[in-house]
């Protein structure tokens, strides 16, 4: 089959500008609010998740910690202390792509994100341009399919403000195949698994046979970049490969072989993916929120849309508008089919992993992809004038890009506090490193108390000491989930927060991290699971005695269990630490920025530890 008519890739290029300046509004409009207060942070958008773990991990990666590092807890893996894999160690391909070009350009992980951005959207728009292109044939609709895909892809997924106007409590807006590094640095993979699947099915056997290779050494990067994105791909090419088998179109004996051979290339990287995965961290399956059912999952918003696409290609096919053998019909098919497999997969495997991550990531891009498809063939019905056409994909693309960028725009401005937090704590983040980096302490093996908890998740973006808590401590594997609520009860305990207050701000306050800290991310956030268990007025009140106990027990074995290093507070922060002043002994105190920085000596611990302190040279200072 030839690949006429030629794509047009300046179509594809004037999409990928405008994606790509639209990505860029989060960060200018950041640092033109901080002006001259900006001290380098990314522009974080507050509840797209957990862009703070990752940049974190890159940060260690760019420092040449190993593969199996956890900045939180400080924990590397070295020959006598080896560490067991994390979600992070094991899908390490986007990581160490980013890290690569942040050393050779000598970059930190927060600058790294900042372009990360930009080139991500240029890249996802290229890739969806490329896709619908060649399955289309018709470049002007595939340039609108890009920016529509790519601007509605949070809609579809039933999260942002669409579904707010309807009173869904929705978890997420923005464009969420930006949030970095995962997905973004790993999205144009998968786009691009999908439009070589395409170029598979559609080539000669010589050169289908080069391009299959292609597609399989592909999906091995994707096997070790995000879970969600090769599980996807697993299941739609087995998807295609039915529908080629049941629909039985021209040459399908040929299609299917050249499939076999995408799914033989790829199934290799399975083998070395389960070795790593077997050498996970106890309890990985209840951080990672890993269930054991059967029961399907059949009304989520986008396989509602996906039945709707079928129904709609079903009308088309009747109007002969559509061939059924046709390739085309066949792939929009499979793209309209695969939430329906992502979303019920449980129902034979009997695992199912946060199938939020498919909505938000996966499924929601896969029926805009459909739709795109389905459009294709009914353009292709009478139309009395041709500019009456073009005005219409126009009229598609202006509403799909201004309703991205309002999305974008309301998400952005809404994270006004949450990033300008993060980014006020990046100047003492930055004197840590420079003390471990002078040598004044044991750099990843120092521990440091941050009284804020928004703080201490952003302080290992730059940072190489670990923390004794922060929410994203649960996501990596150098903590049990029980040493977690330990160090969290040491956290509240050090920080002068009793049960009764504690009670407070679980009730009324909702301060970041606390829910997370007593009960996980399973729990905390909506949608993780699919079998739900509610916080109770019980269980809180189990935990609040719980932590009364742990107060009341306090030892100074306790206290030197996690040893640590430095206190750091916000200045106008007024807490009661006398508990740590109880175990600790602290020095006068630096102010860096809008933070009081403290060296800590547990007592009894010999005069060594404050020689070392004054040999740094800790002194008053504003940054």
């Known amino acids: 089959m030839s690949d006429k008519p030629k794509i047009k890739w300046s179509w594809g290029l004037a999409a990928a500008i405008a994606m790509t300046l639209l990505s860029l509004y989060p960060h200018f409009y950041f640092s033109l609010i901080r ?58 391909v986007p990581a160490f792509l980013v890290a690569a070009v942040a050393r050779l350009f000598g970059v930190s992980a927060a600058t790294a994100f900042i372009l990360l951005t930009p080139i991500a959207a240029a890249l996802a728009s290229l890739a969806v341009f490329w896709l619908l292109a060649m399955s289309t044939g018709d470049s002007g609709l595939a340039a609108t399919g890009t920016i529509a895909t790519l601007c509605l892809g949070t809609v579809v997924g039933g999260h942002g403000l669409f579904a707010g ?40 056997q010589k050169r289908a046979v080069f391009v299959a290779v292609a597609a399989g050494l592909v999906f091995d990067l994707l096997v070790f970049s995000y879970v969600y994105f090769w599980t996807a791909a697993l299941a739609w090419v087995l998807g295609l490969g039915l529908l080629l088998l049941i629909v039985r179109p021209t040459d399908w004996q040929h299609q299917l072989r050249n499939l076999a051979i995408v799914a033989l290339i790829g199934c290799a990287a399975l083998v070395p993916f389960a070795k790593l995965y077997a050498g996970r961290a106890q309890g990985l399956e209840t951080v990672s929120v890993l269930e054991l059912t059967h029961r399907p999952d059949l009304f989520r918003l986008p396989e509602l849309l996906s039945l709707a696409v ?13 061939q059924l053998r046709d390739p085309k019909t066949l792939f929009a098919l499979s793209f309209a089919l695969l939430p329906f497999l992502v979303f019920n997969q449980q129902v034979i495997t009997g695992r199912s992993l946060q199938p939020l991550h498919y909505e938000m990531f996966v499924a929601n891009y896969s029926v805009l992809i459909a739709m795109i498809l389905v459009l294709s063939s009914w353009l292709k019905l009478p139309v009395p ?14 509403a799909a890009f201004e309703w991205g960028a309002y999305e974008t725009f309301v998400a952005t401005r809404r994270s006004d506090e949450f990033a300008r937090r993060l980014d006020e704590t990046r ?9 471990a980096q002078r040598g004044i302490d044991q750099g990843s093996r120092a521990t440091v108390l941050a009284s804020d908890l928004l703080g201490a998740d952003g302080l290992p973006t730059t940072a190489p000491q670990g923390v004794l808590w922060a929410p994203h401590m649960l996501v990596y594997s150098g903590v049990s989930p029980a040493e977690s609520k330990e160090r969290f009860y040491q956290y509240l305990y050090y920080t002068g927060i ?10 009324h306050e909702n301060e970041y991290g606390f829910v997370v800290g007593l009960f996980g991310f399973d729990r905390a956030m909506k949608g993780l699971s699919l079998n739900a268990k509610p916080i109770t007025n019980q269980d809180l009140e189990n935990e609040l005695s719980r932590y009364e106990q742990y107060c009341a027990s306090f030892t100074r074995e306790r206290a030197a269990q996690t040893e640590l290093s ?20 602290r020095d006068g105190g630096e102010r860096v920025g809008n933070y009081n920085l403290y060296r800590l000596r547990l007592r009894g611990s010999g005069p060594a530890v404050r020689a070392q302190a004054n040999a740094g040279g800790l002194e008053v200072v504003q940054r």
């Open 566 to 585: 430095y206190l750091i507070m916000p200045v106008d922060d007024q807490r009661d630490v006398a508990n740590l002043d109880r175990w600790y002994e």
């Open 498 to 507: 009793s049960s009764h207050r504690l009670g407070q701000i679980l009730k």
């Open 310 to 322: 079928v129904q709609l290609l079903a009308w088309l096919i009747r109007q002969k508008s559509a």
């Open 35 to 92: 002006a001259g207060q900006w001290h380098g942070s990314y522009a974080a958008i507050e509840g797209v998740g957990d862009e703070v773990a990752y940049s974190a991990y890159l940060n260690a990666l760019i420092s040449n910690r190993p593969r199996r590092s956890d900045p939180y807890s400080g924990r590397d893996d070295q020959f006598k202390q080896p560490q067991p894999e994390s979600l992070f160690s094991i899908q390490f």
């Open 385 to 398: 004038e041709l500019k009456k056409r073009r005005k219409v994909l126009i009229w598609i693309a202006l």
């Open 165 to 204: 106007f309807f009173g869904i409590e929705h978890l997420y807006s923005y464009l969420m195949f930006l949030r970095r590094y995962q997905p973004a640095a790993s999205f144009p993979l998968l786009l691009i698994f999908w439009a070589l699947v395409w170029k598979t099915i559609n080539l000669k």
């Open 427 to 435: 100047p003492v983040a930055l004197r840590l490193n420079d003390l």
